[in-house]
């Protein structure tokens, strides 16, 4: 049944992470089809008991991340001569090295993941446990992204008060 | 299987059938009330017109017969498909909103929730969050300046009380100390004494019998009263219905981001708001106002009170009747709750809703989690 679910989803997320990469014409509908590889994610990881995970991954990336995305692009309403040929070919030529580099580590990462499974421990995955394990053995992390965070927030606020002014 | 089936289309049914076409009604007819005129009554089949209900009937005859219009210029699929966006994930968090306690009849044992997950509640915010895209979808794909406004509108109003709402409720989660609602509901089937708090701090060695008689039912509200008040208003935000209808705003953008729809599809729009009302009762009277408990008789105590006479099995039954009406009963009274404020209060300007979240709302509920944890440690320490 599980596995029914898990081909199901990824059958969602692959045809997602495609409709984004191949359809260069609306910009809009490719952002849209992200939506649908974030949520379909959202599913696998639930499938793998990582409850906490699967909710965030939809409550965040696709529920707010995504949803900037669109506000930027609907607001900008790009086209096609925006892009002049010389900064197109600058970015295909970064994109093309990107691209090598994480499906050289991706493979390594696949070569090394057909080993015996590691041991779950009981509740893994749950809130509980990554609250608890937040703020006691990575707390010092937790802290310095909340720093990270508020200088963030400062240098939106300034940003947009020098606008008005 | 079997049992999930029967419980998903018992809630779905509920709701959709009984609840809906009725909300409409009550809507015409409470407006009329509160505004002094003769409601909804012109309808009628044969002359028969039964204080307005065919009202209902009248309506989606009336959408499914318009034309189904999508404007020149705009995305056909997008445009057909944002109205079911809109509403699915009303429907979807329904899965995990518990109707009834736990019932044993023999071997049998009946948990009165479709889904009863740990995370219940972070799932009913996932689900939720998705419900921006059938606004902004919808505003962008109609090809109308007016309706990507109101897009525009719909999206920043939502996402802004999506983090005022999971702020809002933090409190509660501490106190109950969990995040699966079928067992925040059975938290709040028991009583505590007003009085207890003497008792800790030690004041006097135990109270005097009757002041413990003086109890209140251990229900969100009187655990987290402010976090009440907070997180209704944010999910009344949520549903974008007024005194929140900026995102519609007739007098200033048209109608928003369902401008350019028509006929049923116009219809899925409003359906999902009216569908959400009930859905927002359901989960407002989970957290706070006790789910389906009965205030001072526990299921113990009604099941303790029938059994000797009738047989355990038939008091369970009783029990479960009872709940499953007590739950459906508080809906109602949510419902009642959000039209009365909704037919009360003015629109508010769109500035006074983003200054509302984050200038208000914001900082209360963070004050309210910080007090709630000191409060929570403190008992901790003194028991």
Known sequence: ?165 | MLVVIIKLLFIVLVIMAAFLPIITWVERKQSAVMQDRIGANRADIFGIRILGLFHPIADVLKLFTKEDFVPQGANRVLHLLAPVIAMVPAIMAMAVIPYGGVYRFGDLELNLVVADIDWGMLYIFAVGSLATYGAVIAGWASNNNWSLLGAMRASSQMISYEVTMGLAVVGIFMVFGTLRLPEMAVFQDQTFRLLGFVELLGLVETLPIWLDWIRLPMWGIFLQPLGFILFLTCIMAENKRPPFDAPEGESEIVSGYHLEYSGMRFGLFYTSEFLEIPVIGMIVTTLFLGGWAIPFLSQETIIGFISPIFGEGFATAVCMALHVGTFLLKVIFMIWLQMTIRWTLPRFRYDQIMDLCWKMILPLSIVNILATGAAVLFIRGLQ
């Open chain 1, 1 to 165: 049944m599980s596995l029914l679910f898990f081909y199901i989803f990824a059958a969602i997320a692959i045809a997602g992470a495609l409709g984004m990469v191949l359809n260069t014409r609306n910009t809009v509908a490719s952002a849209l089809s992200l939506v649908l590889t974030m949520v379909a994610l959202g599913g696998v990881y639930v499938l793998l008991e990582a409850y906490l995970i699967g909710a965030l991954q939809i409550l965040v990336y696709a529920g707010a991340i995504v949803v900037l995305f669109l506000f930027v692009v609907m607001l900008l309403n790009l086209r096609q001569p925006d892009f002049s040929p010389q900064r197109q070919r600058v970015t295909k030529i970064a994109a093309a090295v990107i691209g090598v580099l994480v499906l050289l580590q991706f493979l390594q990462l696949i070569h090394g993941a057909f080993g015996a499974p590691a041991a779950i421990p009981e509740g893994f995955g749950g809130y509980r446990q990554v609250g608890t394990a937040l703020f006691t053995d990575y707390v010092l992390a937790f802290e310095a992204t909340s720093l990270l965070l508020l200088a963030a927030m400062v240098g939106a606020v300034i940003l947009a008060k020098r606008k008005i002014d």
